[in-house]
Every structure is written in C-alpha cells, then in structure tokens.
C-alpha cells in the first residue's frame, strides 16, 4: 500500500537559515518552495535520494507549525507516506473509524495531500501523499535512510502502521525495537523510555556513500557540532534546526 517514505518535514524558524544549512551544508538541491496558506507555511522540498525534506516554516502565527514551534521548538515535525491513491485510502480509513485531520485529500506541496491525527498514529503526524509526478529528482549526495519513532508499546505502535499502512516488519528479532519498511527506507520503532519518555520522531538517518568524506568536510567547514564515529557521524540538533541527525557512509552496517 505505502511505496516508500516521501519526506520527513521539519519545522524551522526561517527558511534561509534552514537552507544555510539542509541546501547548502549538506547540500540537498532545492526542488521547490511555496506558500501553502491553508497549511499557515512558507514550505520547501529538498531531494534526499528517493525521498524529499521538507522545510516549513511558519506564516500564520495561530497555524499549526507556529504552535509547534512555540511548544517544542525546531525539530523534526512530521512523517509523509507516498501511496498510490490518496482518495481511496483516506475514504477507507474515515470508514474504518481512524482519527483523521483532513477527511478528504486536498492539495498540498508535494501532490494530493492528508494529514491522520497523531493519536491513530502513535504520537506521530503523518501525512499522506499521492504526488502529481512528472518530476524527477535531480541526484542528492545523500538519502533518506531511516526515521526513528519513540513509542510507549513499539509492539502495538507496529501491529498499528501495519493494520493503518500495511508496512511490514523488515526482520522479527524479538526484541524491544521494531524495524518497519517502507520502500527502501525504514521506520525503527524504539521503546519511548529509550529516548528520555518522547513519543513520537525523535531521530532522522541519512546516508552518504561516496559522498561521505564531502559532506563532513562541509560540516567541518560551516562550523556544526557533530560526533565523529568509523563511516557515520551525528550531528548535534543546535547545528541542525533541532534534528537529531545521523550520516552513516553506508546504508547497512
Ligand atoms: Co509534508
């Protein structure tokens, strides 16, 4: 049902200094930027390999994104999920009973667009997408890998995206982490106790390849806070708009 993660939106104070560091820092090309007034945003898509992220900021100070911004600051704000039909799915849903923000698709940047509530998603917001297409996204030195979800019951959270989006586990361990995909990217389920009781998106991993040695050299070079391991480095949220960001050098360990 879900053909990969479509972006990871991040809320940001001003967009320019967003861009000083996600376009020209880590060096994610810009495919478009726009105001989306029924959204309270001034929004930005930028390529991350086969998916995007999308900066927002806010224009309309009662909006949703400037309430976020005012409670929890700048950080990670939203997870998108590209599916074939967004209509279909989201009438399907409203029959099913599932908490909805948009109980019918409208337009948004990336395509035809709905938001679920948080609550039916395990304390995130997700959105869904069916974008218009057409375009293809110029080459990224680095991809969309990973997002890591805080969750009270990872197991329910899991058996709740697969009931909600049909992702599957990508390999049953047992343990207390769960590991959902989506295309070729990854939801990782970690119990909220692991990252200080936070439900919801608390960690955004990317990878390099051969740009690896690039863009820490540019992280070097613009003065960001980042810890330094063998082929992956985490960047501090103050030098990243409030994300936790990890680089790795390779999609598998
Ligand atoms: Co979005």
């Not at 667009?113 to 974008?131: D, K, Q, S, Y």
């Not at 390999?171 to 692991?194: H, S």
């Amino acid at each position: 049902m879900v053909r990969r993660i479509h972006h990871v939106g991040i809320a940001v104070r001003r967009l320019e200094e967003a861009y000083g560091f996600y376009r020209d820092t880590l060096g994610l090309p810009l495919l478009r930027e726009a105001v989306v007034a029924d959204q309270g945003v001034r929004a930005a898509l930028l390529g991350a390999g086969e998916s995007e992220v999308e900066l927002l900021e806010p224009v309309d100070p009662a909006g949703g994104v400037a309430r976020f911004l005012a409670r929890r600051g700048e950080g990670l704000h939203h997870l998108c999920l590209e599916v074939a039909a967004v209509d279909t799915l989201v009438a399907d849903l409203r029959h099913r009973g599932v908490e909805l923000i948009d109980v019918v698709p409208r337009v948004g940047l990336a395509g035809r667009i709905a938001f679920l509530h948080p609550r039916a998603c395990a304390g995130v917001l997700v959105e869904l997408v069916t974008p218009a297409g057409g375009l293809t996204a110029p080459p990224s030195p680095l991809q969309l890998k990973r997002l890591v979800v805080g969750a009270r019951e990872p197991h329910r959270a899991a058996e709740r995206y697969r009931m909600l989006f049909g992702l599957s586990e990508v390999a049953m361990n047992g343990g207390p982490r769960i590991m959902l995909a989506a295309g070729q990217e990854t939801l990782l389920l970690v119990p909220a106790d692991e990252v200080g009781g936070f439900e919801g998106l608390v960690a955004l991993s990317m990878v390099a390849e051969d740009a690896f040695a690039g863009v820490v050299a540019a992280l070097d070079r613009a003065g960001a806070k980042f810890l330094r391991g063998a082929g992956e480095v985490t960047v501090e949220p103050a030098s990243s708009h409030g994300v936790h960001l990890h680089i790795s050098r390779h999609r598998f360990p």
